[in-house]
């Protein structure tokens, strides 16, 4: 019999708020991680997409926070993720246990004023979830020290490490106390992390769920060959067939592209990705999760931190950079226990390039034609799906959240935007200048 959060070690208020969420039987990281996490051991957690990485540090550090309230401008705990919508995330997932004790937990990423998130520090704010550039301008601007941190998540590091963001980390994380519990939780946990195991964490539990996409018992892979030309009408047949689904694009244009073509083809898509304002995102995202919208069409920024629920198939319409990409994007379906499937549409010229992806995965190698008849929920009638029922999805910005900042990237290199600086705590506003 699998334990129960109680039997990990949870405080009883904590249970019976997971418990009023339907949520009583820990994901196996969890029922890992957890208890050493709460006996104050440094953690370095790796465990699929979905599989319920933060509940596990959520629960931990929640549990150990001081009763004490923050003093403003000095959160207890810091979350650090690389994208505005995992941050987003995070903190809604956060809150309802903070909640339960009266801590504050608020967010802080780049795309959006300065004005809220000062605000909030300046009320104090318990649990800070961020990402690395914002925050680094908020202390840069004394609205913010590090020296009170009693507990530092870095959430997705191997993300942080592809996005360039491992230096602003490590600056950071050396302003923060040496006392400090440090926990590392990630889908994948490569060499270049390493660093940050070394230099910041001490005799760290290490909890892996590692497996092959093919071991997936919840997900069917599927690898077909088509012409470019024809991707659209697979995707939207795809989407007809299977419902929700997320289809995946490498450059911001393709993505508008395929938006129109699925459109064209009786699909109702939105797209989401950098080029997007956060409104536009955040609008986007609520049209798929509400079933207005069947498919929602993204490069890789939507790969991690959007959780929507009963997403049932994932379209890689562009091949993925590598493994690691191929993983978080298709950890969109199939999360927390559900079933999903995954295709991949392979044009002649990314055959090779596509068997090497299927060989750095562990899946057989071998690319075939179209079969949307062996597809879940395929029918003999040929007809499309009725309009899909409304479904749940964490909001980009939650009520109970102090929800303040954007960040995060796109399927195409860019060069980086100028970011404006936060005013100086202490002085006064000094008039902006233009890039």
Wanted: glycine fraction near 8%; charge should be positive; proline fraction near 7%.
């Amino acid at each position: 019999m699998p334990p129960s959060f109680a039997d990990l070690g949870v405080p009883s208020d904590l249970v019976a708020a997971l418990a009023r969420r339907s949520i009583s039987e820990p994901f196996p990281i969890q029922a890992a991680s957890i208890p050493d996490a709460l006996a104050g051991r440094d953690i370095c957690g790796k465990a699929p997409t979905g599989s319920g990485k933060t509940l596990a540090f959520g629960i931990a550090a929640v549990s150990r926070l001081d009763k004490t309230p923050a003093k403003p401008r000095q959160p207890q705990v810091l979350v650090l993720t690389p994208t505005r919508e995992l941050c987003s995330q995070v903190a809604t997932e956060l809150s309802f246990l903070a909640n339960i004790r009266n801590k504050r937990v608020a967010t802080f990423y780049g795309g959006v004023g300065y004005d809220r998130q000062i605000k909030a520090l300046s009320r104090g704010v318990d649990i800070a979830v961020a990402c690395p550039g914002r925050l680094a301008d908020l202390i840069e601007g004394r609205h913010i020290r590090l020296d009170a941190v009693q507990i530092v998540v870095v959430d997705e590091a191997d993300r942080m490490s592809d996005m360039g963001f491992l230096p602003d980390v490590r600056r950071l994380l050396d302003q923060t106390p040496d006392t400090r519990q440090t926990l590392l939780f990630s889908a994948t946990l490569d060499g270049a992390v390493d660093v940050l195991v070394r230099r910041y964490q001490r005799n760290p539990a290490r909890h892996e769920l590692v497996g092959s996409a093919e071991e997936d018992a919840n997900t069917e892979h599927y690898f077909w060959r088509v012409e470019s030309t024809d991707r659209a009408e697979m995707a939207a047949q795809i989407a007809a067939v299977s419902g929700p689904t997320i289809v995946f694009c490498r450059t911001r244009h393709s993505a508008d592209r395929t938006a129109r073509q699925l459109m064209a083809r009786g699909v109702r898509a939105v797209a989401i990705h950098g080029d997007r304002s956060q409104a536009q995102r955040e609008r986007a995202l609520s049209s798929f999760a509400a079933g207005h919208a069947g498919a929602l069409v993204a490069t890789d920024v939507a790969a991690r931190g959007i959780h929507v629920d009963g997403v049932a198939a994932v379209v890689h319409f562009d091949p993925p950079a590598d493994a690691k990409d191929y993983v978080h994007r298709s950890g969109r379906t199939a999360r927390a226990g559900a079933t999903g499937i995954v295709v991949s549409l392979v044009t002649p010229d990314k055959t090779k390039a596509v068997k090497q992806l299927q060989r750095d995965l562990g899946v057989p190698s071998g690319v075939v034609g179209p079969d949307l008849a062996a597809l879940p929920g395929a029918t003999n009638t040929g007809q499309r799906r009725k309009p899909l029922p409304a479904r749940t999805a964490v909001p980009v910005a939650a009520s109970a959240t102090a929800t303040v900042g954007a960040g995060g990237g796109s399927g195409r290199a860019t060069a980086p935007r100028r970011r404006r600086r936060p005013p100086v705590h202490g002085r006064k506003r000094q008039p902006q200048r233009r890039a």
